[in-house]
């Protein structure tokens, strides 16, 4: 089973990451750009096939390492 | 003072932390590898040092944060055990949620390295009874991730119990944006936790306590521990 995990920051948390690739799309001129916030993403694969066993672990996963709650939201998708 | 050091795969600046360990309380510190899975009895002090562990993969310090020797030292700073966490220290002791709030990227997004001036906040606590509160002292970073953030309650929380002890700060102790390098709030650059037995830093004391270096400033921090040791024993 294929999974992915979106991890990004909270609204509010500063991205220094995010507004240095905003300015840089601005000098190549890209238009229409208003803003960018940098995040990650994890493909997972997963043994078996109970989906609800691999959503279970999936947050697991994202509570226990893949994201920093402080900071980070995450999103869970399990692709079958 | 029996302390020890924590070495993560990726940690580069352990033998700094033990030579200045062994120069100044004049015992040879522990040194203990990342799937250790206690301490040393009779243990006083965990360091964890600066570096790079794991690459910086994931976040700075997220996976040593996890890894096995964690559950012994978050076991020793619960029955009050003094553990200081140096720069990649610091971050890991954030991501062990040993500390409140995490170390972002540089606000300038680059990895600085030089000295800076610190503003001692206070001196009645094991890790700063070696310094008058106020004093400034001059100590080097190097950091790419030591821009201090928590929500603005653990902030409020952390400035209201007196536990931000170290501040970036002008020669003269102004606090101020423009001796803030990496654009942590509050210039925090060392926090303590509730109990007080907790310390995270980024810049690097360990790396000025000798003469030949132009400054032991950094000496007050050690020292200072020592006593606190002494005195308790």
């Keep these: 089973m294929k999974a992915r995990v979106t991890v990004t920051l909270k609204s509010g948390v500063l991205d220094p990451q995010g507004k240095a690739i905003e300015g840089a799309l601005r000098s190549l001129g890209v238009s229409g750009v208003a803003s960018v916030r940098q995040g990650k993403i994890f493909d997972i694969e997963l043994e078996g096939g109970d989906k609800a066993r691999a959503e279970a672990a999936l947050k697991e996963a994202a509570d226990k390492l893949l994201a920093n709650t402080v900071i980070e939201n995450y999103r869970i998708e399990v692709m079958g | 003072m029996k302390s020890a050091v924590v070495v993560f795969p990726g940690i580069n600046r352990e033998r700094d932390m ?32 600066g570096g790079f562990s794991y690459g910086d993969y994931l976040r700075c310090g997220a996976i040593a944060a996890r890894s096995p020797i964690m559950p012994a030292i978050h076991d020793f700073a619960a029955k009050g055990g003094l553990v200081l966490g140096v720069c990649n220290g610091f971050q890991i002791l954030c991501e062990a949620a040993l500390l409140p709030g995490v170390l972002m990227r540089n606000q300038n997004l680059r990895f600085i390295c030089r000295d800076v001036f610190l503003r001692v906040e206070r001196s009645d606590t094991p890790f700063t009874r070696g310094y008058n509160a106020g004093q400034v002292i001059r100590v080097p970073v190097a950091h790419g991730e030591g821009n201090y953030i928590a929500d603005s309650e653990t902030i409020a929380k952390l400035e209201g119990e007196g536990r931000v002890l170290f501040r970036y700060a002008s020669p003269d102790g102004l606090v101020d944006p423009n001796w803030n390098h990496n654009g942590a709030i509050n210039g925090i650059a060392g926090i303590l936790n509730e109990r007080g037995n907790v310390l995270g830093m980024m810049p690097h004391p360990e790396n000025h306590v000798e003469g030949a270096i132009g400054s032991t400033a950094g000496r007050g921090l050690f020292a200072g521990l020592v006593e606190h040791l002494a005195r308790a024993a």
């Design chain 2, 18 to 49: 033990a030579r200045t360990l062994r120069l100044v309380s004049g015992r040879e510190p522990a040194m203990l590898w990342h799937a250790d899975t206690a301490l040393p009895a009779g243990t006083d002090l965990v360091v964890i040092p």
